[in-house]
């Protein structure tokens, strides 16, 4: 479970950013209605499952959702990575901030003890990186690295006792690989449960489902797959899959004994998954899912099938422009999902003003990026804005620029008006 995330000058971000998912203390009455959108986890703290994030093109959304996604991936990719590898981001290059480190920090729940992993680096190496947690409610360290405090590793490291002969993972950690990831790899135990948490529970998108884990799931849930599609308003009542092995030509290169290039095709053998659907005006006539099927039916249907698995699991969702392709109605019923599940969460960002509605969303759900002067993206809560009630209209304010976060168009000229 996600509490609060950091970064600082990456892309578009130039001075710290937060995305703090910890609920508001509200105790207004569409606040105290919305009691589902949120997670108790006890001593009067609670959670939000859902988080909106709205802003104009080009305003840095997908910054923010690139970073979280690159710095997410350097904790179970970094392992693989040699020493002419440079690292697939970009600072913020607008000013000086290009010449400064990068910053990652995130703060989250994982078998109900907090924790708190940070590091910075450059597009060529790690600085520094540490991991703290909160056994008894005070921060305790686990380790601390600082690439610049000396030369031996005894110099650039700190630890506890929490992770068993520490210094051997330490020497087997260059500067290009980040040290939970080394750990893991070595079979520490909380460096794996940490590396789990990122691999397994922070899912980065609902693509890359394999063929496998797709047939089984519509298998065992075709019933749930069907109600949740008719609830969207599709007419299908029926839905077949299974692996096919396809036949196809592919062009190969080969020498001879003599040292010449030949090509020659030969048959190579994969396997599909097909999937066939079938719909209420005539239900035994079978329909090609992918290729008879909208976009937008085939998108919900992956959705779907990833949101059974994050939703009954209690792992957290991160989606950049959830309603490309998907009906209003159905993305409130992907937030209903979650507002209904245990514990699971969902981060995603928008231009769908139709969920800013207070009966769909508290005002600590709903966040906001803008463009500052200097050209670097800023992100706040509409929570911030503490003389907009929650009797107001969250949309209308919105779309009026009350939050400095749409585009401001000028219509005085006609751009396309040949002078000549």
Same mark, same amino acid.
């Not at 460096?191 to 394999?210: D, M, P, R, W």
């Given at each position: 479970?996600?509490?609060?995330?950091?970064?600082?000058?990456?892309?578009?971000?130039?001075?710290?950013?937060?995305?703090?998912?910890?609920?508001?203390?509200?105790?207004?009455?569409?606040?105290?209605? @919305?009691?589902?959108?949120?997670?108790?986890?006890?001593?009067?703290?609670?959670?939000?499952?859902?988080?909106?994030?709205?802003?104009?093109?080009?305003?840095?959304?997908?910054?923010?959702?690139?970073?979280?996604?690159?710095?997410?991936?350097?904790?179970?990719?970094?392992?693989?990575?040699?020493?002419?590898?440079?690292?697939?981001?970009?600072?913020?290059? @607008?000013?000086?901030?290009?010449?400064?480190?990068?910053?990652?920090?995130?703060?989250?729940?994982?078998?109900?003890?907090?924790?708190?992993?940070?590091?910075?680096?450059?597009?060529?190496?790690?600085?520094?990186?540490?991991?703290?947690?909160?056994?008894?409610?005070?921060?305790?360290?686990?380790?601390?690295?600082?690439?610049?405090?000396?030369?031996?590793?005894?110099?650039?490291?700190?630890?506890?006792?929490?992770?068993?002969?520490?210094?051997?993972?330490?020497?087997?950690?260059?500067?290009?690989?980040?040290?939970?990831?080394?750990?893991?790899?070595?079979?520490?135990?909380?460096?794996?449960?940490?590396?789990?948490?990122?691999?397994?529970?922070?899912?980065?998108?609902?693509?890359?489902?394999?063929?496998?884990?797709?047939?089984?799931?519509?298998?065992?849930?075709?019933?749930?797959?069907?109600?949740?599609?008719?609830?969207?308003?599709?007419?299908?009542?029926?839905?077949?899959?299974?692996?096919?092995?396809?036949?196809?030509?592919?062009?190969? @290169?080969?020498?001879?004994?003599?040292?010449?290039?030949?090509?020659?095709?030969?048959?190579?053998?994969?396997?599909?998954?097909?999937?066939?659907?079938?719909?209420?005006?005539? *239900?035994?006539?079978?329909?090609?899912?992918?290729?008879?099927?909208?976009?937008?039916?085939?998108?919900?249907?992956?959705?779907?099938?990833?949101?059974?698995?994050?939703?009954?699991?209690?792992?957290?969702?991160?989606?950049?422009?959830?309603?490309?392709?998907?009906?209003?109605?159905?993305?409130?019923?992907?937030?209903?999902?979650?507002?209904?599940?245990?514990?699971?969460?969902?981060?995603?960002?928008?231009?769908?003003?139709?969920?800013?509605?207070?009966?769909?969303?508290?005002?600590?759900?709903?966040?906001?990026?803008?463009?500052?002067?200097?050209?670097?993206?800023?992100?706040?809560?509409?929570?911030?804005?503490?003389?907009?009630?929650?009797?107001?209209?969250?949309?209308?304010?919105?779309?009026?620029?009350?939050?400095?976060?749409? *585009?401001?168009?000028?219509?005085?000229?006609?751009?396309?008006?040949?002078?000549?």
């Amino acid at each position: 479970m996600i509490l609060e995330i950091f970064i600082k000058n990456f892309f578009s971000v130039r001075d710290e950013l937060i995305l703090d998912l910890r609920a508001a203390k509200s105790k207004s009455s569409k606040s105290l209605s @919305l009691e589902g959108n949120t997670i108790d986890i006890g001593q009067g703290e609670k959670v939000l499952k859902t988080v909106a994030v709205y802003g104009s093109n080009a305003s840095g959304k997908s910054s923010v959702i690139k970073a979280i996604r690159f710095c997410c991936a350097m904790v179970f990719e970094s392992h693989n990575h040699n020493e002419n590898t440079v690292y697939n981001f970009k600072p913020f290059k @607008l000013d000086s901030k290009i010449d400064e480190p990068s910053e990652f920090g995130i703060r989250f729940l994982m078998d109900g003890i907090q924790y708190y992993y940070t590091f910075s680096l450059t597009t060529t190496r790690i600085l520094k990186e540490a991991l703290y947690f909160y056994p008894k409610g005070k921060q305790s360290r686990i380790f601390e690295r600082d690439e610049t405090a000396g030369v031996s590793k005894k110099d650039k490291y700190k630890f506890s006792g929490e992770i068993k002969r520490p210094l051997d993972v330490a020497e087997s950690t260059s500067n290009k690989t980040l040290y939970v990831s080394r750990a893991s790899q070595m079979d520490r135990a909380i460096a794996k449960k940490v590396f789990s948490f990122f691999n397994e529970t922070f899912i980065l998108n609902y693509h890359g489902q394999s063929i496998e884990h797709v047939n089984q799931i519509i298998s065992n849930e075709k019933q749930f797959i069907l109600k949740a599609l008719q609830i969207a308003d599709s007419d299908i009542i029926n839905i077949e899959c299974n692996n096919e092995k396809v036949k196809s030509q592919a062009i190969r @290169l080969n020498v001879n004994k003599f040292g010449k290039e030949e090509i020659s095709n030969h048959e190579v053998e994969n396997e599909v998954l097909k999937i066939k659907t079938y719909h209420k005006s005539n *239900p035994n006539v079978a329909f090609d899912f992918y290729t008879e099927e909208s976009d937008g039916t085939q998108k919900l249907l992956f959705i779907i099938l990833k949101l059974l698995d994050i939703i009954r699991n209690n792992k957290i969702l991160l989606i950049d422009e959830i309603d490309t392709s998907l009906h209003t109605k159905i993305v409130e019923y992907i937030l209903w999902l979650f507002h209904h599940s245990s514990n699971s969460q969902l981060i995603f960002t928008t231009h769908n003003t139709n969920l800013m509605n207070f009966d769909l969303l508290r005002k600590d759900q709903i966040y906001f990026v803008s463009k500052s002067d200097n050209g670097s993206s800023e992100l706040y809560s509409l929570y911030d804005f503490k003389d907009f009630r929650e009797n107001m209209d969250p949309e209308k304010g919105y779309l009026m620029g009350r939050f400095n976060a749409i *585009p401001f168009l000028n219509y005085s000229e006609n751009v396309f008006v040949n002078e000549n």
